[in-house]
């Protein structure tokens, strides 16, 4: 049995829209978070990471989603 390929589409496409958060977070990240995370007076700012905290889980989200979406189906034996 196979999955619709409108349906396929339509995971594939919703699971590289829910990846972009993760991607803006790990940016932010590796940047150093200029001007976001960066107190000059405080050092780093740790009030953020529940928030890319939650970036990243949403971005888990869209990979499983892609996952799911390209996966060969299993055999089923009669």
Do not use: Q
């Not at 339509?10 to 940016?27: H, Q, S, Y």
């Not at 150093?32 to 970036?55: H, K, M, Q, T």
């Not at 990979?63 to 979406?69: E, T």
């Amino acid at each position: 049995m196979s999955r619709h390929p409108l349906l396929t589409i339509l995971m594939g496409v919703l699971g590289v829209i829910l990846l972009l958060p993760g991607v803006c977070a790990a940016l932010v990240i590796i940047s150093g978070g200029e001007g976001y995370s960066v107190n000059v007076r405080r050092g780093f700012d740790s009030s953020l990471i529940p928030l890319w905290a939650g970036c990243f889980l949403i971005s888990a989200g869209g990979a499983f989603l892609l996952y799911r979406a390209f996966r060969k189906p299993p055999h089923l034996n009669p």
